[in-house]
């Protein structure tokens, strides 16, 4: 029936999964424009007092839905892909990714 199908289309389909940060044992799924990044959200919390915050306040799910992606909770954040991107990539990577690719940008 239509109804049936409405309930059951993925919520997601638009979503591209990051291919440099999206991590097959991550526990949350943080989304920027209609990019996924799957991460562990005890290590942003430990890092980001901003991250803690927001994964601390219930995220609404669209239209009464369960908000999962790949049975991860999803949070949505209004920066763009490339900045949460480098972020996560800094996170994960430490000072010294950070430290190389400053390098390689001058």
Excluded at 23 to 47: E, M
Excluded at 70 to 91: I, M
Aim: proline share 8%.
């Amino acid at each position: 029936s239509p109804a049936l199908s409405m309930a059951t289309k993925p919520l997601y389909q638009a979503l591209e999964k990051d291919p440099q940060v999206w991590l097959d044992d991550g526990n949350v799924v943080v989304v920027a424009q209609n990019t996924a990044f799957r991460v562990h959200k005890s290590l942003l919390s430990r890092h980001s007092d901003v991250f803690r915050d927001l994964f601390t306040i219930p995220q609404p799910p669209p239209s009464g839905a369960v908000d999962l992606y790949d049975n991860c909770p999803v949070v949505h954040v209004s920066d763009t892909r490339f900045d949460l991107r480098e972020l996560l990539r800094v996170v994960y990577g430490g000072v010294r990714w950070a430290f190389v690719y400053i390098c390689v940008l001058d």
